[in-house]
């Protein structure tokens, strides 16, 4: 891995930096997506109740994208209703529905928990340096 990216074949610790470019062989510059758009996207997979269709409050999410004739799986799957849902792993409610993640739904779990520790580092008051990774030697 070291030798793909580049890195110093002694060093014990990189530099995660924002960029395409890496500036020396102890930094990986990692070009990321900013998290609204991040956001904006899962949004796309959201069962948007259909009152809100009729209503005017929400765009209708597009329709499940097909590849060879099967419907590609999505990323994410928040579903919703009126009733409060009896087995979920995150729910919210809203207006007048309830939004939520199925416990039972290992994919959208792990894309949710993953997505919530993204923010957490964005919830910091302090100034702190970028990830550190660490690489073994081997």
Known sequence: ??????????????????????????EIALLTRPMM???????????VPSASLADGRTFSSP????????????????????QRPEDSFAAIPYRQDW????DKDFASKRLFSFVMFLFTFLESDTKQGAP???LPAG
Not at 39 to 47: A, H, N, R, T, V
Not at 68 to 73: A, D, K, L, Q, R
């Open 63 to 82: 329709a499940p994208e097909v590849v060879n004739g099967e419907p590609v799986i999505p990323l994410i799957r928040i579903l919703s209703s009126p």
């Open 99 to 102: 939004y939520w993640i199925d």
């Open 132 to 134: 550190v990774i660490t």
């Open 37 to 47: 758009e991040i956001l904006i996207d899962l949004s796309s997979y959201i069962d």
């Open 1 to 26: 891995m070291r030798k793909i990216l580049g890195l110093d074949p002694e060093a014990q610790e990189f530099n995660v930096v924002y960029g395409t470019v890496a500036t020396n062989n102890r």
